[in-house]
Nanobody, 116 residues
Framework: QVQLVESGGGLVQPGGSLRLSCAAS????????MYWYRQAPGKQRELVAV????????EYADSVKGRFTISRDNARNTVYLQMNSLKPEDTAVYYC?????????WGQGTQVTVSS
């Protein structure tokens, strides 16, 4: 059974930082591309960052480029999202995701709130 468990969310002031973690189990983690998505209240879920199995390739939404960094530790079956220079518009539930088509696996999400 595939499980993705996010952690690390919380309340942070504008300009602050958070690091999200997603621990995966039930998959051969090292061969899967991993994704971070987010969903703000009243908005559609959007893709934030992607990392290839070997970490060679990473991609980011324009809104987070230069501020967020996705990384992974295949020995720990964990993917990370380092978020710096946070803005109020980064407030959302952040979800870890991976895909084994046609299946789409999601974590339960972790809330990130950026507010003074």
């Amino acid at each position: 059974q595939v499980q993705l468990v996010e952690s690390g969310g919380g309340l942070v002031q504008p300009g602050g930082s958070l690091r999200l973690s997603c621990a995966a189990s039930g998959i051969n983690f090292r061969i899967y591309t991993m994704y971070w998505y987010r969903q703000a209240p009243g908005k559609q879920r959007e893709l934030v960052a992607v990392i290839s199995p070997s970490s060679i390739t990473t991609e980011y939404a324009d809104s987070v480029k230069g501020r967020f960094t996705i990384s992974r530790d295949n020995a720990r079956n964990t993917v990370y999202l380092q978020m710096n220079s946070l803005k109020p518009e980064d407030t959302a539930v952040y979800y870890c995701n991976t895909k084994s088509l046609p299946k789409d696996y999601w974590g339960q999400g972790t809330q990130v709130t950026v507010s003074s």
